[in-house]
């Protein structure tokens, strides 16, 4: 039995992504399997509702107690500069959100020196992570990079910093794991760093299906997209322009989205259904009133939401790079250019007055969904992390 600590940014009561829910299915697997596993999240962060029945230990101390704690250790050791020191981080830690990233990422760092416990090997999450885990880890020191994060400089308000330190991260002496062959590629090519292992996520057993389901062929053909929660990278005003296109052209669609998403549903471009936030059991029943994914993202690494649908059978309109795991063109998806909405008017088309080839892409895909399921995607991380201890 190992003692495995993951470290991961802020969790969230209601919302997450794809890369935190990957992250805690890893832990959860991990701790079914007899392992002592623990999760810090590096910020202040709540229980989960969407995650539940977990077994790892999630770390949650509230601000106020670590704030407390800043404090206690430097007024023990009784000298000025010690105290004042301690009530610059015990104040820090009341309210991080108000700093800028720079200082924001020092929380961060000094977070981790109050909370990262004994472990055999301890697991940076992001780039985010990577420092804090470097500094104040214990045991082996492992980085699971679920993308290559200089590319998102600018969701974070000094873009600058941001990439620096993303960059910086691959650098760290630590371990270096990916989700994907392409991010493995991508940061030996731009940093210049080894990386030790490439273990891939997976997905739910509720997006399984036995066989096809079945949805009349009447009426528009029914098409589902992931938001994006409004990342430009994540393609959705290139998505709208190639519905928008296919419909110029006579193709009916009836087009929803779930989650946040750059557009309102009645826009001037290609209006939608807007189907909101939606749990793992109510985007499995989403998948199944649907013929066909569309998605267009500029760069993925291992996403979840084709290989969802794919589980579904559905037929899969996706890009590359990061898909290249499951996504194989014309044999288990349709795969087109990322910035191309031609290419993906094309196929949307092409699906829609093509049955045979919709059905066909489905059926593979379906099997193709089957080889990447919890059990095999947590027996890969814990052979990767046992063989570093």
């Known amino acids: 039995m190992a003692r495995i600590c993951w470290v991961v940014p802020k969790i969230k009561r209601r919302k997450f992504s794809g890369g935190i829910y990957c992250i805690l299915r890893h832990a959860d697997g991990l701790a079914r399997r007899g ?33 407390w704690r800043a404090l206690r250790s430097g007024w023990q050791k009784r000298s000025l500069e010690a105290m004042l020191q301690a009530s610059a981080s015990g104040m820090t830690m009341v309210e991080p959100r108000v700093l800028p990233f720079s200082l924001r990422h020092s929380v961060m760092c000094e977070r981790a020196r109050l ?38 400089k600018n969701e974070f308000d000094d873009p600058g910093f941001a990439e620096t330190m993303a960059r910086l991260s691959y650098s760290l002496p630590l371990k270096i794991i990916t989700n994907s062959a392409w991010l493995e590629a991508t940061i030996s090519a731009e940093t210049g760093a080894s990386v030790h292992a490439v273990a891939g996520n997976a997905i739910d057993d509720v997006m399984y299906i036995d066989k096809p389901h079945v949805i009349p062929e009447e009426g528009p053909l029914r098409v589902i997209s992931y938001g994006g929660r409004g990342a430009v990278w994540k393609g959705f005003d290139d998505m709208a322009e190639g519905v928008k296109r296919a419909r110029a052209q006579g193709v009916e669609i009836d087009w929803a989205v779930y989650g946040d998403c750059a557009l309102s549903p009645e826009n001037s471009v290609a209006n939608f259904r807007h189907l909101g936030f939606l749990g793992p059991a109510q985007l499995a029943a989403a998948y199944r009133q649907s013929q066909v994914l569309l998605s267009a993202s500029w760069y993925e690494s291992f996403p979840l939401f084709p290989l969802e649908a794919m589980a579904s059978g559905l037929a899969v309109i996706t890009t590359q790079p990061g898909t290249e795991a499951f996504a194989e063109h014309m044999r288990t998806a349709w795969v087109v250019p990322p910035k191309d909405p031609d290419a993906l008017s094309d196929a949307l088309i092409g699906l829609a007055r093509d049955r045979e080839l919709r059905h066909k892409l489905g059926a593979a895909a379906m099997e193709e969904a089957k080889r990447h399921s919890w059990d095999v995607a947590t027996g890969q991380m814990e052979r990767i992390l046992l063989g570093l201890i």
Do not use: M, N
Not at 42 to 61: A, G, M, N, V, Y
Not at 123 to 152: C, D, M
């Open 115 to 152: 909370l990262l416990p004994e472990a055999d090997i301890t697991v940076a999450t992001s780039f985010e992570t990577a420092l804090p885990v470097h500094l104040y880890g214990r045991g082996v020191l492992a980085y699971y990079a679920q993308h290559f994060e200089p590319y998102f």
């Open 35 to 67: 392992h002592c596993v623990t999760v810090v999240p590096i910020l202040d962060s709540s229980r989960p509702d969407w995650f539940k029945d977990f077994q790892f230990e999630l770390k949650l101390e509230r601000k106020w107690g670590l704030a």
